[in-house]
């Protein structure tokens, strides 16, 4: 069983929007800690954005473009992008961690989804 199930992802031209859905099917969203990172090949997985009990926390490059979100009855979160921009281009992964203080490192979570891709023209 795949703990953590993203969707949403896609080709899209520069400016547009996107919405990156994660489903979780281990972690309650109401008491843990889920978070979007993003990776292109040859670089480190990059933090973009956590949610949880102690709120939300986005990393410098989201600049006011990116919203998460969750909702602990479907135990599902989200990521609205807009403005996307060509280096928004990546594999987007749903990370979670059965604890509720926020983190922004790879290594802080535990459980990981597949990765959706989102790529972004000029």
């Known amino acids: 069983q795949v703990p953590l199930v993203e969707s949403g992802g896609g080709l899209v031209q520069t400016g547009d929007s996107l919405m990156l859905s994660c489903v979780s099917s281990?972690?309650?969203?109401?008491?843990?800690?889920l978070g979007w990172f993003r990776q292109v090949p040859g670089k480190d997985r990059e933090f973009v954005a956590t949610i949880g009990w102690a709120g939300s926390r986005y990393a410098e490059f989201v600049e006011g473009r990116f919203t998460i979100s969750r909702d602990v009855h479907r135990n599902t979160i989200w990521l609205q992008m807009n403005d996307l921009k060509p280096e928004d281009t990546a594999i987007y992964y749903c990370a979670g961690r059965d604890l509720s203080n926020l983190a922004q490192e790879a290594g802080a979570y535990d459980y990981w989804g597949q990765g959706t891709q989102v790529t972004v023209s000029s």
């Open positions: 281990v972690l309650p969203v109401s008491s843990s800690t």
